[in-house]
């Protein structure tokens, strides 16, 4: 069944931080699924990212030419991202032996790619869309800049990993509109019982 590729899929505030919230409910076994599991929805996540993450690449357009040939890169950038920077949130610190991992994960991505990268193009200036997993990978090199890591949350809700690019840096959830309604749906339908309980 093919993914609805929402808005709301790419709350993480990073292509690589959505990309590696394609694993819904990520450490509950039985109820966790890969939305990567069909190698057909990585490209139809890099045009969707075209559209939702178009500040973050400055305008530039991602592609998959062949998913089923670059899934192994995707998805191990994916993965080594997911481990450095969840520890990263819990421990307050990047891990050297999770971050050896995500380098060569990237280096692999930015294999073969004739681009320059500058702080004014951070994607490159090449009319052609970038390859994703080129731009995952330098999407995740950027979220090593140390201001990133206090920054850096994960969803109470969904257990996604987000962005708070908030001023004063409060933000609860990955996304008020649905992980932030659905804990306050939660919360009332407990005072209520609470109450009807009382009640009784």
Sequence with gaps: MAVSWTRHRFSGGALALDAANTVVL???????????????????FATAASEYRADELRGRAVAVSDPFAVAG??????EAADRLFRRGVTEGAFAAPDMAP??????????????TFSPAAPFGRDAQPLELEAALAVSALS???PDNLGRMRICPNCNWLFLDRSRNV???????AV????????RHYRRRSMGEAFDA
């Design 179 to 186: 992980c932030g309604n659905r804990q306050k749906a939660r």
């Design 26 to 44: 990520r450490g509950d076994a039985e109820r966790s699924f890969d939305r990567f599991a069909e190698p057909a929805e990585i490209a139809r």
């Design 102 to 115: 995500l380098l060569v994960a990237c280096a692999d991505g930015l294999a073969g790619v004739a681009e």
């Design 143 to 145: 979220l090593l800049a």
């Design 73 to 78: 890169k995707v998805l191990a950038i994916r």
């Design 170 to 176: 409060s933000r609860l959830w990955c996304d008020m």
